[in-house]
């Protein structure tokens, strides 16, 4: 091994530690849920959980267990291969059938991950010919979908729609055969819903498709959980919708894309992520097929979670505390400063409340910020009792 390269290395995690910006992991010793098993150096200890994706609380939920577990007996633990060589199970084909039922699409293509199927959706569908048009917010796996694909690229201020109508006009003044304008259904960092229906309204003025990705908002937003689609009214216009069963549908792991049956069927034939990839386990599919069943009937958690939200909200601005504006279970929490979040995560850590601090590169410089996030595995009394703490943390940090 190359002793300046590995020295190499390390100076640059010094950089990375030294600007403050050094991401520590730390280890849950038991299942995920509104309160979780931390541990420590003095041992694992108990804290209210407000940085999971859990957004309806099914990550535990016993029915999911028991499907996952009932499928492991009967469909076995693993794949060990990818589906045009070897077949996929029933299970996926139902997982594929349910998830498209729901958000009213022909089709859906599942894969191993929403990272893989935003990796793997534009680059199949459009070339030289074409134009993505594609919001600076967007989730890193679609700038990553977009930069794999040969379309022509165009990116638009968050949510700026002159600068959509802009770029459109741009696009087809280079004479793009198919433009495709891509967006987050729900901007993960500040937790802003993106305006789909103006989105849709403009996709329909200039002959634009509309690609979302609903990760954050499948499950638990709109009619049924239907997403933002459903929250904002834009309805079937959004022609592909993206997510995951990483978040809200069970929290196990999983992507898909759901669309009308030749985008689905050209990228069974050509989506490099699901050609050279596993198969989901068994056991994963079987839970996030039960998951997407139960969050379907779950009016009462995604009311509870709404309440969470509206509660922790109020509370945390009581207590002094800036935050973002917005309708959505992530609650930013803004420092600015980096070594702050830091510290207030720390201090939170200390108190029993259980957040994370996001800095740059994930947010831009100077936007530090908590990160909070509802969920319906949450007591009332939790809710209370993270406020209580933030409170207590950014009174001695001199924050409030
Ligand atoms: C979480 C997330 C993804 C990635 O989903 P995975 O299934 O965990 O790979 C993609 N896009 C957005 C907007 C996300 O929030």
Request: net charge negative; aromatic share 6%; proline share 3%.
């Amino acid at each position: 091994m190359s002793e300046a390269f590995l020295s190499h290395l390390s100076a640059t995690l010094k950089d990375i530690e030294a600007a403050g910006l050094f991401k520590r992991e730390r280890l849950l010793t038991g299942p995920q849920g509104g309160r979780i098993r931390v541990g420590g150096p003095k041992g694992a200890r108990e804290a209210v959980n407000l940085c999971a994706n859990n957004y309806l609380g099914l990550a535990d939920h016993p029915d999911v267990i028991a499907a996952a577990k009932s499928a492991m007996d009967e469909f076995g633990f693993g794949m060990a291969s990818v589906r045009f060589i070897c077949g996929a199970q029933t299970l996926h084909r139902e997982l594929e059938q349910a998830i498209a039922r729901h958000l009213g699409k022909d089709d859906a293509i599942v894969f191993a991950a929403c990272f893989d199927a935003n990796g793997g959706v534009f680059e199949p569908l459009l070339d030289e010919a074409d134009a993505i048009i594609s919001d600076s917010l967007n989730h890193a796996s679609i700038i990553d979908g977009v930069r794999l694909s040969k379309a022509k690229r165009y990116r638009f201020a968050n949510s700026d729609m002159n600068e959509l109508e802009d770029r459109l006009k741009e696009a087809d003044s280079a004479g793009a055969r198919f433009k495709l304008i891509a967006s987050d259904g729900v901007f993960s960092m500040d937790g802003y819903v993106a305006k789909l229906k103006e989105v849709c309204a403009l996709a329909d003025r200039y002959g634009a498709l509309v690609l979302v990705d609903d990760c954050h908002a499948t499950g638990h937003l709109g009619e049924k959980g239907r997403g933002t689609p459903a929250l904002t009214g834009a309805g079937g216009r959004v022609d592909i919708v993206t997510g995951t069963f990483g978040k809200t549908l069970g929290g196990g792991m999983g992507g898909f894309v759901a669309a009308a049956q030749p985008i689905v069927d050209l990228l069974r034939q050509r989506a490099r992520p699901y050609l050279f990839s596993n198969s989901l386990a068994p056991p994963i599919a079987a839970g996030a097929l039960k998951a997407l069943e139960i969050a379907i009937e779950a009016d009462d958690r995604r009311a509870l979670l709404q309440a969470h939200a509206i509660r922790f909200r109020a509370g945390i601005e009581k207590a002094g505390f800036k935050v973002l504006k917005g309708e959505t279970p992530i609650i930013p929490v803004m420092l600015g400063d980096a070594r702050l979040a830091q510290d207030l995560a720390q201090a939170l850590d200390d108190l029993g409340v259980f957040v994370a601090g996001f800095f740059f590169p994930v947010v831009p410089k100077g936007q530090a910020r908590i990160r909070t996030q509802m969920s319906a595995a949450l007591t009332t009394e939790d809710i209370d009792f993270a406020v209580s703490a933030f409170a207590e943390a950014g009174k001695s940090l001199g924050i409030v």
